[in-house]
Structure formats: C-alpha cells, structure tokens
C-alpha cells in the first residue's frame, strides 16, 4: 500500500517541418522523466523512469497526399529503484548496481494511402524489443539474456464522413 506518495513527471518535445516536401522528413523529437517519492516499506519500484523518442515522416511519397514515417524510442524505463535510494554499498547489479536492466527499444514503419479524398489505408509494422524489460531477463549472476521480442503488423482504414 502506498502513502504519502507522489510523482513529477517532466517532458521536453519539439518538431521541424521542411518548408518543402521532398527528401528532407519532418522531425519529431521528445524526452520525458519521471521522478516518485514514495514511503514504499516493500521496495523495487521505480523511483525514477524516463522515456525518449524520434518520429521521421515524409509527406507525398511516390503520390501527392501519401505519407511515410518512422519512427523509434524506448517507452517509460525504469532507471532509478526504489529499493536501492539508501544503499550505501553496491554489491551486485540486482542489489543496485546501476540502471535496472528495464529498457526496451520500440520501432515503427508505416505508409499512408490516400485511397480518395475520405479514405485513408495504412499499413504498418513494428518490432518491440524485449517488452517485458528487467522482467524478461534470463539467468542469474546478473546475466541479461532477454530475447522476449515481438514483430507485428496491422493494416488501418479511416473512413471520414
């Protein structure tokens, strides 16, 4: 059970678009951090976790009116733990010794048709990298062999009315 807890949470975001379509993409870059405080008495959860990302999209790609993107980034991490805010001595990497094993990579693709004027197809693919975090390791002696993965698509139709 938790009391007396809080969290701040901080995010830095900014985009840029070409004046001009062509080779040159937009860009979308964001950073964001995380900070609890807590009077947790169990322990292990994140007393600091962070998230970044960067977005690439194309517009009028082979089509005027198509779009392309990707985009990549780490969903929230945890990169502080509760459990080790008083250590004092560090004596392996379970028991403090640096940033959790938490992170994960995320990756998209994607293409936009612009079928007609209210109809929109778009295919994607995205590849999740280790999505279980320090929850996925394997092993013991702090070995960190994750290999929980995952690839996937999925095929969009918005219809506007």
Do not use: H
């Not at 949470?9 to 840029?16: F, R, T, V």
């Not at 292990?44 to 999209?57: A, D, E, H, I």
């Not at 007609?116 to 197809?121: Q, R």
């Amino acid at each position: 059970r938790r009391s007396g807890a809080s969290t701040n949470s901080y995010a830095l975001n900014a985009y840029w678009q070409p004046e001009e379509s062509g080779w040159v993409p937009s860009v979308s870059v964001g950073w964001g951090i995380n900070q609890n405080s807590t009077d947790n008495k169990l322990g292990g959860s994140p007393v600091t976790s962070q998230s970044w990302m960067v977005g690439l999209k194309w517009d009028d790609v082979f089509l005027k009116g198509n779009d392309m993107g990707f985009a990549f980034g780490q969903p929230t991490f945890a990169t502080g733990l509760e459990s080790c805010k008083n250590k004092k001595r560090v004596d392996d990497w379970e028991a403090c010794g640096g940033t959790p094993f938490d992170g994960n990579y995320v990756f998209e693709w994607y293409y936009n048709f612009q079928v007609t004027d209210n109809i929109t197809v778009t295919p994607a693919l995205y590849y999740i990298q280790n999505y279980e975090g320090q929850n996925g390791r394997v092993g013991t002696n702090g070995q960190y062999t994750a290999s929980n993965n995952v690839f996937g698509g999925l095929l969009k139709t918005t219809f506007k009315f």
